[in-house]
T-cell receptor, first 115, second 113 residues
Framework: AQSVTQLGSHVSVSEGALVLLRCNYSSSVPPYLFWYVQYPNQGLQLLLKYTSAATLVKGINGFEAEFKKSETSFHLTKPSAHMSDAAEYFCAVSAASGGSYIPTFGRGTSLIVHP | DAGITQSPRHKVTETGTPVTLRCHQTENHRYMYWYRQDPGHGLRLIHYSYGVKDTDKGEVSDGYSVSRSKTEDFLLTLESATSSQTSVYFC????????????FGQGTRLTVV
């Protein structure tokens, strides 16, 4: 079984401040991990993914995430927030189970960026 | 963008009526999924398919059925819609032989009155 916990349903930052969105996962086998972003009235877009190569993963729009196996975490960061980063962010885990890879999503974190 | 089309994009229906949502892909991906998105719950898996005529239940499958008669089409049916099924429904596709991530459609907003 696999699961994802996103800490904080809302995160509020000022423009130019560090963004940190937290994600912890549970998986009985080595997982693939993902961050997706959702803008209002749109589908989910992939921000970045971890697939067992480098533990520090860089994605689009200046975001990055670090896979820490010992902490079962995959937190998303961005050094300097921009107004356009305001959106819903979802962490997801996918691991092999009976030959299938079924993505499981966290509950999402809404990022609010203040001027 | 991955070629995924959901139809309709918006629908209002009455309690007790049947509803079918369609997902169409042009990527020839093996896996197709239906998720529902509700505030505070994130995305929850309803059903998924791992090939033509091969489907399985997800976390919140009660009240829903699916069919996949062609690689490119995955249908989600609400046999008798209830107000608790008011939600935004997303279709996604993936193929582990090609890449690891899922690609999403634009969503269908369903309101059951």
């Amino acid at each position: 079984a696999q699961s994802v916990t996103q800490l904080g349903s809302h995160v509020s930052v000022s423009e130019g401040a560090l963004v940190l969105l937290r994600c912890n996962y549970s998986s009985s086998v080595p997982p693939y991990l993902f961050w997706y972003v959702q803008y209002p009235n749109q589908g989910l877009q992939l921000l970045l993914k971890y697939t067992s190569a480098a533990t520090l993963v860089k994605g689009i729009n200046g975001f990055e995430a670090e896979f820490k196996k010992s902490e079962t975490s995959f937190h998303l960061t961005k050094p300097s927030a921009h107004m356009s980063d305001a959106a819903e962010y979802f962490c997801a885990v996918s691991a092999a189970s009976g030959g299938s890879y079924i993505p499981t999503f966290g509950r999402g974190t809404s990022l609010i960026v203040h001027p | 963008d991955a070629g995924i089309t959901q139809s309709p994009r918006h629908k209002v229906t009455e309690t007790g009526t049947p509803v079918t949502l369609r997902c169409h892909q042009t990527e020839n991906h093996r896996y197709m999924y239906w998720y529902r998105q509700d505030p505070g719950h994130g995305l929850r898996l309803i059903h998924y398919s791992y090939g033509v005529k091969d489907t399985d239940k997800g976390e919140v499958s009660d009240g829903y059925s699916v069919s996949r008669s062609k690689t490119e089409d995955f249908l989600l049916t609400l046999e008798s819609a209830t107000s608790s099924q008011t939600s935004v429904y997303f279709c996604a596709i993936s193929d582990p032989t090609v890449n690891t991530e899922a690609f999403f459609g634009q969503g269908t907003r369903l309101t059951v009155v």
